[in-house]
């Protein structure tokens, strides 16, 4: 396996070629350079080499901590970035257990480029490249949910529809990598739309027959004005976007139902949107460019200031959207409607359950929605609200993190069919298993972001913790490595509650680095400069300690040392080369 790696992990190649197209000859190769004598000779130097390229991929552009916990230093520092480097490089396709098509999808790529941003822009640069000129993205905005590095574009599902892949995965790793390198140009690199005819294009004057290329920016915002033509504005909805979700378990709920997560993350890519263009007005570099405002019947060149305002109008009535019919006090956001307009996911979910004492009771939580209100929806959202949102999260929380939602679906409840017939295949796993109340790892770590921006470092480092591989304290129970992190660990209602599965392959080691990186330690990169937001946990505070964080940011190392008085979370000073500044942003430096 180990050889395998070796030879198709050629971090100097393209990245739309994994593996020789003929493996016969691929492995006879192998068995050439490293059987025999001098084969043995051969591998031992090309592991050398190996270590050493991985030592310098790790190690030579600085992001590096200490804190209290040695345990968090050495994964962050060293086994989260290698981590981060393989899933960019195969994304979920070396993984025969849990998927194995050798393909590589378009919302795991996105956010495992986001990871990789702070260490190296430059390999992250090519990735988003690809991901524009791959044909992946269609006309309409929509996209097709991945592509084969052999055979281009997925075409195996085109009737079902992707929407939360158009809903901010690409517009956040894009704003991500600017606010790092200030390399505006990536949003006008051409994009190459797919040429497939396929049945997501309603419209046949969506389907990009004559080849049409345009912007990265032009095709960002088509995202945006699709999700606006696709939400359901019929006098018996609610005005949210339908599903598919987040959530690839939700997979019965129908095209006439509603998606409180998608509608939320659709916030939450406005807002992007419209700091990416404020900055190139701001720059100097803004131009009318194609976009389709609200009531228009078709595209135009629109100025960029009509198009901040035409963003803010759709913004603010999907939030109101939202704020009226998805928003329970006491709960926080729900799920969604099914397509008979139920709600599911809020406090009038009725459970089913094999356990009398629990059968017929109401209520029931997703993670999801919780932790993206916060995330997106702080703009719109006064201190209860936020503070309810926070508190629902903890409700939920258990030993092992907190679990996609709770109670979990009885598969083996007789009534728990109709769930199954009106929901999806997550009423059919197992209760703690897979998005049946799993803890997903990816979502703790989103939620610990949300605690962050919440202020409540204490409950965010609390879920960070407990889903660190390098931190679980009993391996019979935990059964997976400690140096890589899990898609999920099996939730309470499984017996094996605690064990980690399918390791490596996961968006949450990107989804890991951020938060310490800019949650916990509140390194956050701006298009102005770096910003400082310490919210570290209260018993690291008032004890004389000092933690660390070296940043390479825009040419220059920055070398940063927190002095851990009892108060540094709600008020401190910051001095640069020994002089003290105002405020919390660090203005760029002159390498020199």
Not at 151 to 177: A, K, T
Not at 466 to 481: A, G, H, M, N, R
Not at 564 to 580: A, C, D, F, M, Q
Request: charged letters at 30%; glycine letters at 8%; one cysteine or more.
């Amino acid at each position: 396996v180990h050889l395998c790696l070796l030879g198709s992990l050629d971090l100097k190649g393209p990245n739309n070629q994994l593996l020789p197209r003929d493996p016969a000859q691929w492995r006879q190769e192998i068995l050439t350079r490293f059987l025999g004598k001098a084969g043995l000779d051969n591998a031992c130097k090309e592991f050398e080499a190996t270590r050493t390229k991985w030592k310098e991929l790790i190690h030579g552009t600085q992001v590096h901590i200490e804190t209290p916990v040695p345990e968090v230093d050495a994964f962050f520092n060293t086994w989260n970035k290698y981590q981060i480097y393989i899933t960019n490089r195969v994304s979920r396709c070396i993984s025969d257990e849990h998927e194995g098509s050798g393909g590589m999808g378009f919302r795991d790529k996105a956010q495992d480029i986001d990871g990789l941003i702070p260490f190296n822009s430059e390999r992250a640069r090519e990735y988003l490249v690809t991901m524009a000129t791959v044909g992946v993205l269609r006309r309409d905005g929509s996209c097709v949910p991945g592509w084969s590095s052999v055979r281009g574009p997925y075409d195996y599902d085109n009737e079902r529809v992707f929407r939360d892949h158009s809903s901010g995965w690409l517009q956040r790793s894009v704003s991500n990598y600017i606010k790092e390198t200030g390399d505006l140009d990536l949003l006008f690199e051409k994009v190459v739309y797919s040429p497939k005819h396929d049945h997501v294009c309603k419209d046949p004057s969506w389907i990009n027959k004559a080849n049409e290329e345009a912007t990265l920016i032009e095709a960002l915002l088509r995202q945006v004005t699709y999700l606006w033509r696709e939400r359901l504005t019929d006098p018996d909805k609610h005005g949210l976007i339908p599903f598919r979700d987040w959530n690839d378990a939700l997979d019965k709920v129908g095209e006439r139902s509603e998606s409180v997560w998608i509608s939320l993350a659709y916030v939450g890519s406005i807002t992007l949107m419209r700091e990416m263009i404020e900055l190139l007005i701001r720059k100097g570099r803004a131009e009318p460019v194609i976009y389709s405002k609200q009531g228009a019947r078709k595209e135009t060149k629109v100025d960029p200031e009509e198009i901040l305002a035409d963003l803010e109008a759709k913004s603010d009535e999907v939030a109101a959207c939202l704020l009226k019919h998805a928003w329970e006090d006491g709960h926080g956001f729900i799920q969604g409607f099914r397509e008979d307009n139920a709600r599911f996911g809020s406090r009038e979910d009725l459970i089913h359950s094999t356990d009398p004492k629990k059968d017929g009771k109401k209520g029931r939580k997703f993670l999801m929605p919780l932790c993206w209100g916060v995330l997106t929806m702080r703009d719109y959202l006064d201190a209860r609200k936020l503070h309810e949102l926070c508190e629902s999260m903890m409700a939920m929380d258990t030993r092992y993190g907190i679990p996609l939602l709770a109670p979990g679906y009885d598969p083996l409840a007789p009534r728990t069919k109709e769930d199954q017939d009106k929901i999806g295949r997550i009423a059919l796993f197992q209760d703690g298993d897979k998005e049946n109340a799993a803890i997903f790892v990816h979502a703790c770590l989103m939620a610990a972001r949300a605690f962050y921006v919440a202020r409540r470092g204490d409950d965010a480092f609390n879920v960070l913790k407990k889903i660190t591989p390098s931190l679980q304290d009993d391996p019979d129970v935990y059964c997976s490595e400690p140096f890589a992190t899990a898609e999920y660990l099996r939730g309470p209602g499984c017996e094996e509650f605690g064990r980690g599965r399918y390791t490596t392959v996961t968006g949450s080691a990107a989804w890991y680095f951020r938060v310490v990186l800019e949650g916990l330690f509140g390194v956050q990169s701006g298009y102005e400069g770096l910003e400082i937001v310490p919210n570290f946990p209260s018993n690291w505070l008032g004890h004389g300690k000092t933690v660390r964080m070296k940043k390479d940011f825009r040419g220059a190392t920055y070398e940063i040392e927190y002095h851990l008085g009892r108060k540094i979370n709600e008020s401190y000073s910051i001095t640069v080369n020994g002089r003290p500044i105002e405020g919390n942003r660090l203005i760029l430096l002159d390498p020199s």
